[in-house]
């Protein structure tokens, strides 16, 4: 996998100027609250428009300011799983995790229901709703629904920040799992080292809107 980004944008308090290419692995993307880490996030799932971007993934050009490409998130095929779960409050988890296999249906590969639910452990919750889930098995529910569109590209955004610490470590083994047994690239965002220690491939620091580091881990904690 190749991903491109170049990200221009202007907010009252910040100007991010963001260059970076990636390959396959985990990236980390770390640095201080408001640095842009979600914004970048955003901008590569299609959920914002900056004010010049260029986003390529593979050879599909998904964003081109200048071309005046603008490829909508529901064609992106990037899974994402946000610092909140955002599961629908009235469906089942079953119903939830169909849910991202429908939005993809027309497509072929990718992950089969049952592979999912076997490889995140959910078949005790599939016939609960959201508000029966701790904060750990709703990440993984979303994990899940992220997994069954089919993505070429996953994006976490601090997928363990609603989490208390007590079940931040049942999710991990999850995430390794996913990465071990299917090769999903992934850009990870998050203020917690440990979390993507021994995992991260690369890491990219921002700081005021600025890319301040881009590198291997060994490299990063050399700083």
Known sequence: MSLTVEIRHAFSRLRLDVRVQLGSGLTALIGPSGAGKTTVLNVVAGVLRPDYSVVRL?????????????????RRQIGYVF???RLFPHMTVRQNLLYGRWFHRRGSGGLAPGEVIDLLNLTPLLP??????????????ALGRALLARPRLLLLDEPLASIDQAHRAEILPYLDRVRADH????IYVTHVWAEVAGRADHV?????GEVAFSGSPIEARLL
Do not use: N
């Not at 090769?183 to 992934?186: K, S, V």
């Not at 990219?204 to 005021?208: F, G, Q, S, V």
């Open 128 to 141: 609960r709703h959201p508000s029966r889930l701790s904060g750990g098995e709703k990440q993984r529910v």
């Open 183 to 186: 090769d999903i690239p992934a």
């Open 83 to 85: 610092q909140e779960p």
């Open 204 to 208: 990219i620091e921002l700081r005021d």
């Open 58 to 74: 593979d050879q599909q050009v998904l964003a081109d300011s200048q071309a005046s490409i603008w490829q909508p998130a529901h």
